[in-house]
Each structure stands twice: as structure tokens, then as C-alpha cells.
């Protein structure tokens, strides 16, 4: 047999294909990045070892804030190549939509980072507004408020219009424009006044219900015009300088770009031929990341490249515009997805394997054994004469009659021990027959499906990836290491929250259809870290303290010719302690120390425990305030 190579791994787990030139597996088998693609490279395991070294626990939130950049760079590059190749005379200009994420680093870097492309910022809410009123410091650059807004937000907004920024108010309603046309003439300012518009255009995948006819988003037709009505009674109709539309996050086919940027940019041709000045055409998010790397349209992926992306959006408007005979406006795109989900990782250790193979050591049979004891190891001949259908049925059958028998008493603690190893020997058997076979039933099917091992992984799905749960997202999932092996068990992932839906059962496969299972290795005397990709957009503070676990903590790369190693931790910080995450959820930690305390002079009083114990005892409470939520080393177990 061939032995196993780096490249049978990256095709495996298809490390080049979603890892967009930035994530590969290097000749020691090692997942490393290379955060500007330009050949200086970091390998993964490197950054933990640096970061333990520092103190930092796992679960690890590594972020490489160089790749922040790059990704700054060739967006605003493959609209400004699309710009000059199309011959379009408008320019472009991106805003960062702070909701995908909030993290202050993230948002500097990002803020530093554009400051050649005049890159601006995104606001949605009141707290989102007021941070980008604080870090929008250069004024070319845009602060958009899309979202619902009140009086109090639209005040804000337009103090920050007072002082100068470009801020503009898109509205979401009717409603919206009445207010702040109030609002401006208390303040006395000229607003920057967006209107979003309601396109029929529908997206696809998972947040198509952001757009078309039954989006809670965007003026329809009708209100636009009593809108248009409105301004123009009060003498602000100038004031309406951007047209804005968004179809939904992660747009994974380039058709739907198409049809809804050719959409809105006709919205913007009719009313600039109505009259209204407009600026800017704001296509919104939607830029999709290929999460599976199959390049396709579906939910995990898109079908389409940066540059085609950018060629779709400005070639649309570009066509309007010249047959409308009207002015290119400024292309803005509120992409944010792209510009943060690869620049985060999560690593963590697999300290724990549940088998589901290949484990039955059937215990002795003692000779007076109950007749199903019996009857189920009999199933064994069935498998044996390649009878398997017939075999699972008498193997669910005998399954439910031993479990009946030992409910009334009937079957004693030796036999149920022989029923469960020969029912996972008898079912692995049948499993692995019928592996791979569409003609199985569906109750075999799931059989097939429950046979992989499970991996027990330090960490909180709930926090770590919250879209894994919530909306099946699929991210990549590698071994960190050991890649130059070949992976020998069909494994799951499960977390240690206590609840079930803490898992992953889907992983990224062909593109068309998800894996079922995740090719990993045995877990031996060196820990088994494995890492959890481009996880940068939206799961930083979607993430939940499910099971109070919470903030990991978190290593910040920069990459450093000038460092031996090429690279260094720029900041560190650290995860929740036990007492932030009580005090977070209302507990004092000083009330909690009384009680306890309380509890342990009453122990001591009634002589349950010895004075020096219980103060022991009291001491270890009080320091387990300050420790980190998830587990600590926890013992392996291959
Ligand atoms: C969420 C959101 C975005 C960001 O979308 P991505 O797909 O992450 O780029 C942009 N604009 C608006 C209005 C949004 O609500």
C-alpha cells in the first residue's frame, strides 16, 4: 500500500481549497498560515506552544490581524481592477459593517488598514453608532446607520453629521424619512438621507428572507414615492444621497448578484432622472466566503470569485447608468463576512474518544444465561451467512426484549453487559455492510450514521461556532497536526456543554453533499488539537454562554521578518473567569463566598468536617472564581 502523503490529507480535508491561499499543511504535516500569501508562513501548533508558554489556556481563539489587512487590500483591489478595466468613471468605497464583528481589535485593524481605500463603517444600532461616531476620525471616509432607528438614534447620527462626517441615515421606512426630516430641522442640519429599497429580487441560501416582497426591510415601490413627496415638501429632497438594498448575508450564486444589482442600480437611474442628486448606490453585503472551498452554489460556498464579484457590480451599474443616461455614482458595499471570517481560528483539544467500533469485548458467558442472551449472540450467524437485513431486524428485536427483560427484573447486570458488546459488535458488522449503500432503509441509513466514534473536544459549541448549531453552517474542521498520517477513525465532534446539541455531525464534503463523519486519528500520548476555520464573522458575539462557559481567550498573531520565527503574539487576552461569568448573569461573587461560607462554619460547627478542611475547602471555592470556564487538562483517553 502507498504510504500516506501531505497531499492525500489537504485533498481530505481540503485545507487548499477553502483555505483561499492563506491555510495549507506544510511538509511536517503541520496546518500552517501564511497571513499576507506571500510566503512567510506560521504553523499553527507554534502559535499554541507560544501561547501556552505565555500562559493562555486552551480552548484558543487565535485571530491573525494580518490577514484583517490583506483581505482589506484585495477587496478594495478587485473593485478598483473592475473600475479601470470596465471604464467606469465613478470610484468605489467599502463600509465595514460592525455587526459582523464587534471586537475592538478586529474593528482598529480594520479602520488602520483601510485608511488608503477610505474604508467606513456600518452602524445598526444605537451602541454600534455611538462606537462609530467615536472611531470614525477621518472624515472621507462613511458612517452608514442602517437598521430601525429611533428619534434618540437618528440625534445621534446627525451630531455626527454637525461635526462634519459623512454620515448617512438610510431609511428602513416611511415612517423613518418623517422622522428625520423632524429631527434635522430641530438640529438644523442638511442630512445624508439613504433610502433602502425593497427589491423583488429574492435572495438564496440561508438569508434569503432579507430581500424581496415580504423582507421586514426596505420602502416598497409606493412608500418610496410618498417618501420622494415628503422630502421634496420640505425642501430636502437634495438631501437624498444614497440608494441602498441588501439581499442577505453569504449570496452563494453570482446569478442572484447579478439580478438584484441590476435591480437596485434602477432604482437609483429613475430617481436620479427624477431629480434626486444621488451619490452612492450601496449594493449591500451578501459577498459570499467558501467555507467548503467547492467553489458552488451552495449554502456553505459561492459560486463565484472577489474579481467576478466585482466585475458583476460594477459592469451592472455601468450598463443602467449608460442607458439611462445618468452619472456613475460611488459603488458602495457593506461586505463584511468576507473581510473577517478567515482572519480567526478556534484550536482545541480532542482529549477523548467514545468508540462506537470495535470495542465489544464480549464477557464471559455464564452457562445459565438468559435465553436472549442467547438469541442475540445468535444474530452473529445471520451476519455471518450475509444476511444483514435480517439481521439488524432480529438484532433490534432481541435489543428491545433484553431491555424489557431488565426493566422487570428479569435480566441481571452480567447479561446486559453481554447484550450491549454483542450489540454493538453485531451492529458495527452490520454497518459497515451496508456503509456507502444508498439502497439501505432509513432506519439502517441512521444505524450507519450512529456508528462513528465520537470525539470529545474542550469547548462550547455554542460558543465557539454558533451557526454550526443554529443554522447547520458547515466550517472547516482539521487536525492541527499528524497530517503526514493517515487518519484511521470515522469520528463526530461533541463538546462538553450537557446538551445534545452540543456536536458537530456535518462536515464539509464534495460540495453537494456534507460529510456525515470526519476522518481523524487515534489519540495518543501527545495531545490532538484540532482547529475550527474561518470563524471570524458573525460568531464572536453571537457566541453563547451556554453552560456558563465563556470568552476563550484569545492570541493576536502579527506577522514580524524581523522576529526570528517571523512572527510574534501581539496581545493576549484573557478568556472569562468562573466570577465574570456569574457576575454576568447576576450573581455576586462576594454573596456566593458568604454562602458557601456559611455552609462550611455550619460543617465545622456539627463536627462534618474538621476546621482545617473546611477552611481548605472554603480556599478552593474562592480561588475557583478565577479560573477559566472550560476544562483544565483534562485526562485523555484514546
Ligand atoms: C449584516 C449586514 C451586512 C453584512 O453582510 P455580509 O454578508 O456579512 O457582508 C451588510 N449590510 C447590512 C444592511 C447588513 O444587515
Request: hydrophobic share 40%; with cysteine.
Given at each position: 500500500?502507498?504510504?500516506?502523503?501531505?497531499?492525500?490529507?489537504?485533498?481530505?480535508?481540503?485545507?487548499?481549497?477553502?483555505?483561499?491561499?492563506?491555510?495549507?499543511?506544510?511538509?511536517?504535516?503541520?496546518?500552517?498560515?501564511?497571513?499576507?500569501?506571500?510566503?512567510?508562513?506560521?504553523?499553527?501548533?507554534?502559535?499554541?506552544?507560544?501561547?501556552?508558554?505565555?500562559?493562555?489556556?486552551?480552548?484558543?481563539?487565535?485571530?491573525?490581524?494580518?490577514?484583517?489587512?490583506?483581505?482589506?487590500?484585495?477587496?478594495?483591489?478587485?473593485?478598483?481592477?473592475?473600475?479601470?478595466?470596465?471604464?467606469?468613471?465613478?470610484?468605489?468605497?467599502?463600509?465595514?459593517?460592525?455587526?459582523?464583528?464587534?471586537?475592538?481589535?478586529?474593528?482598529?485593524?480594520?479602520?488602520?488598514?483601510?485608511?488608503?481605500?477610505?474604508?467606513?463603517?456600518?452602524?445598526?444600532?444605537?451602541?454600534?453608532?455611538?462606537?462609530?461616531?467615536?472611531?470614525?476620525?477621518?472624515?472621507?471616509?462613511?458612517?452608514?446607520?442602517?437598521?430601525?432607528?429611533?428619534?434618540?438614534?437618528?440625534?445621534?447620527?446627525?451630531?455626527?453629521?454637525?461635526?462634519?462626517?459623512?454620515?448617512?441615515?438610510?431609511?428602513?421606512?416611511?415612517?423613518?424619512?418623517?422622522?428625520?426630516?423632524?429631527?434635522?430641522?430641530?438640529?438644523?442640519?442638511?442630512?445624508?438621507?439613504?433610502?433602502?429599497?425593497?427589491?423583488?429580487?429574492?435572495?438564496?441560501?440561508?438569508?434569503?428572507?432579507?430581500?424581496?416582497?415580504?423582507?421586514?426591510?426596505?420602502?416598497?415601490?409606493?412608500?418610496?414615492?410618498?417618501?420622494?413627496?415628503l422630502l421634496d415638501g420640505a425642501g430636502m429632497k437634495d438631501c437624498v444621497s444614497l440608494i441602498h438594498f441588501h439581499i442577505g448575508s453569504?449570496?452563494?450564486?453570482?446569478?442572484?448578484?447579478?439580478?438584484?444589482?441590476?435591480?437596485?442600480?434602477?432604482?437609483?437611474?429613475?430617481?436620479?432622472?427624477?431629480?434626486?442628486?444621488?451619490?452612492?448606490?450601496?449594493?449591500?453585503?451578501?459577498?459570499?466566503?467558501?467555507?467548503?472551498?467547492?467553489?458552488?452554489?451552495?449554502?456553505?460556498?459561492?459560486?463565484?470569485?472577489?474579481?467576478?464579484?466585482?466585475?458583476?457590480?460594477?459592469?451592472?451599474?455601468?450598463?443602467?447608468?449608460?442607458?439611462?443616461?445618468?452619472?456613475?455614482?460611488?459603488?458602495?458595499?457593506?461586505?463584511?463576512?468576507?473581510?473577517?471570517?478567515?482572519?480567526?481560528?478556534?484550536?482545541?483539544?480532542?482529549?477523548?474518544?467514545?468508540?462506537?467500533?470495535?470495542?465489544?469485548?464480549?464477557?464471559?458467558?455464564?452457562?445459565?444465561?438468559?435465553?436472549?442472551?442467547?438469541?442475540?449472540?445468535?444474530?452473529?450467524?445471520?451476519?455471518?451467512?450475509?444476511?444483514?437485513?435480517?439481521?439488524?431486524?432480529?438484532?433490534?428485536?432481541?435489543?428491545?426484549?433484553?431491555?424489557?427483560?431488565?426493566?422487570?427484573?428479569?435480566?441481571?447486570?452480567?447479561?446486559?453487559?453481554?447484550?450491549?458488546?454483542?450489540?454493538?459488535?453485531?451492529?458495527?458488522?452490520?454497518?459497515?455492510?451496508?456503509?456507502?449503500?444508498?439502497?439501505?432503509?432509513?432506519?439502517?441509513?441512521?444505524?450507519?450514521a450512529s456508528m462513528k466514534d465520537q470525539y470529545l473536544i474542550n469547548f462550547s459549541v455554542f460558543r465557539a461556532l454558533p451557526d454550526s448549531?443554529?443554522?447547520?453552517?458547515?466550517?472547516?474542521?482539521?487536525?492541527?497536526?499528524?497530517?503526514?498520517?493517515?487518519?484511521?477513525?470515522?469520528?463526530?465532534?461533541?463538546?462538553?456543554?450537557?446538551?445534545?446539541?452540543?456536536?458537530?455531525?456535518?462536515?464539509?464534503?464534495?460540495?453537494?453533499?456534507?460529510?456525515?463523519?470526519?476522518?481523524?486519528?487515534?489519540?495518543?500520548?501527545?495531545?490532538?488539537?484540532?482547529?475550527?476555520?474561518?470563524?471570524?464573522?458573525?460568531?464572536?458575539?453571537?457566541?453563547?454562554?451556554?453552560?456558563?462557559?465563556?470568552?476563550?481567550?484569545?492570541?493576536?498573531?502579527?506577522?514580524?521578518?524581523?522576529?526570528?520565527?517571523?512572527?510574534?503574539?501581539?496581545?493576549?487576552?484573557?478568556?472569562?473567569?468562573?466570577?465574570?461569568?456569574?457576575?454576568?448573569?447576576?450573581?455576586?461573587?462576594?454573596?456566593?463566598?458568604?454562602?458557601?461560607?456559611?455552609?462550611?462554619?455550619?460543617?465545622?460547627?456539627?463536627?462534618?468536617?474538621?476546621?482545617?478542611?473546611?477552611?481548605?475547602?472554603?480556599?478552593?471555592?474562592?480561588?475557583?472564581?478565577?479560573?477559566?470556564?472550560?476544562?483544565?487538562?483534562?485526562?485523555?483517553?484514546?
Amino acid at each position: 500500500m502507498p504510504s500516506w502523503s501531505i497531499s492525500d490529507s489537504d485533498s481530505l480535508y481540503g485545507v487548499s481549497k477553502w483555505g483561499a491561499g492563506y491555510f495549507f499543511i506544510d511538509e511536517s504535516g503541520a496546518v500552517s498560515v501564511s497571513p499576507l500569501k506571500d510566503g512567510a508562513s506560521i504553523r499553527i501548533a507554534d502559535v499554541i506552544a507560544e501561547a501556552k508558554a505565555r500562559g493562555l489556556r486552551l480552548p484558543l481563539h487565535i485571530r491573525f490581524q494580518d490577514i484583517l489587512q490583506d483581505r482589506v487590500r484585495r477587496i478594495n483591489e478587485a473593485f478598483s481592477d473592475a473600475i479601470a478595466e470596465s471604464g467606469y468613471t465613478g470610484s468605489y468605497q467599502g463600509v465595514f459593517p460592525v455587526k459582523v464583528n464587534q471586537m475592538r481589535e478586529v474593528v482598529e485593524t480594520l479602520m488602520d488598514a483601510g485608511a488608503e481605500y477610505d474604508l467606513g463603517i456600518e452602524a445598526g444600532s444605537k451602541p454600534e453608532l455611538l462606537l462609530a461616531l467615536s472611531l470614525h476620525r477621518d472624515y472621507d471616509r462613511l458612517l452608514i446607520c442602517n437598521g430601525y432607528k429611533d428619534a434618540e438614534f437618528m440625534r445621534f447620527a446627525l451630531m455626527g453629521r454637525k461635526i462634519g462626517k459623512k454620515v448617512v441615515v438610510v431609511a428602513e421606512k416611511l415612517e423613518e424619512v418623517k422622522a428625520l426630516i423632524d429631527v434635522s430641522k430641530a438640529l438644523s442640519v442638511r442630512p445624508l438621507i439613504g433610502i433602502r429599497v425593497r427589491l423583488a429580487t429574492r435572495g438564496s441560501g440561508k438569508w434569503a428572507t432579507s430581500s424581496g416582497d415580504n423582507a421586514k426591510f426596505g420602502l416598497s415601490t409606493v412608500d418610496l414615492l410618498e417618501a420622494l413627496a415628503l422630502l421634496d415638501g420640505a425642501g430636502m429632497k437634495d438631501c437624498v444621497s444614497l440608494i441602498h438594498f441588501h439581499i442577505g448575508s453569504q449570496i452563494p450564486d453570482i446569478q442572484v448578484v447579478t439580478r438584484s444589482v441590476r435591480e437596485g442600480a434602477r432604482f437609483y437611474a429613475k430617481l436620479a432622472r427624477l431629480g434626486c442628486p444621488i451619490e452612492y448606490v450601496d449594493v449591500g453585503g451578501g459577498l459570499g466566503v467558501d467555507y467548503d472551498g467547492s467553489r458552488s452554489a451552495v449554502p456553505s460556498s459561492a459560486n463565484y470569485s472577489l474579481r467576478e464579484y466585482a466585475n458583476t457590480i460594477v459592469y451592472g451599474i455601468k450598463e443602467i447608468c449608460d442607458e439611462e443616461k445618468v452619472p456613475y455614482p460611488t459603488i458602495v458595499s457593506e461586505s463584511g463576512r468576507a473581510l473577517v471570517a478567515h482572519h480567526s481560528m478556534i484550536a482545541a483539544e480532542a482529549f477523548g474518544r467514545i468508540k462506537k467500533q470495535g470495542v465489544s469485548r464480549i464477557p464471559q458467558i455464564p452457562k445459565n444465561a438468559h435465553k436472549v442472551v442467547r438469541d442475540i449472540l445468535e444474530v452473529r450467524d445471520t451476519v455471518e451467512a450475509g444476511r444483514y437485513d435480517e439481521a439488524f431486524h432480529d438484532l433490534v428485536f432481541y435489543r428491545q426484549q433484553a431491555n424489557t427483560l431488565f426493566d422487570l427484573g428479569y435480566l441481571d447486570l452480567q447479561s446486559r453487559a453481554i447484550v450491549e458488546s454483542a450489540s454493538w459488535e453485531i451492529a458495527a458488522d452490520i454497518a459497515r455492510h451496508f456503509e456507502g449503500q444508498s439502497r439501505a432503509s432509513d432506519e439502517i441509513k441512521e444505524l450507519v450514521a450512529s456508528m462513528k466514534d465520537q470525539y470529545l473536544i474542550n469547548f462550547s459549541v455554542f460558543r465557539a461556532l454558533p451557526d454550526s448549531w443554529a443554522l447547520d453552517q458547515l466550517f472547516p474542521v482539521v487536525p492541527l497536526q499528524r497530517l503526514d498520517a493517515e487518519p484511521t477513525a470515522k469520528g463526530t465532534i461533541v463538546d462538553i456543554t450537557c446538551d445534545s446539541d452540543g456536536k458537530i455531525d456535518a462536515f464539509i464534503g464534495d460540495g453537494e453533499n456534507d460529510r456525515k463523519f470526519l476522518w481523524l486519528h487515534e489519540i495518543g500520548k501527545e495531545p490532538y488539537y484540532l482547529g475550527f476555520f474561518l470563524t471570524g464573522a458573525y460568531q464572536d458575539t453571537l457566541g453563547d454562554m451556554h453552560n456558563l462557559f465563556g470568552r476563550m481567550d484569545e492570541a493576536h498573531v502579527i506577522v514580524d521578518p524581523d522576529e526570528e520565527s517571523g512572527w510574534y503574539i501581539d496581545e493576549t487576552i484573557e478568556g472569562d473567569t468562573i466570577r465574570e461569568v456569574l457576575e454576568e448573569n447576576e450573581y455576586s461573587a462576594s454573596e456566593l463566598v458568604r454562602s458557601m461560607k456559611q455552609q462550611v462554619e455550619q460543617a465545622i460547627r456539627s463536627d462534618v468536617v474538621k476546621p482545617s478542611e473546611g477552611m481548605k475547602i472554603l480556599g478552593e471555592f474562592e480561588a475557583g472564581l478565577k479560573r477559566y470556564t472550560y476544562l483544565d487538562t483534562p485526562e485523555r483517553n484514546a
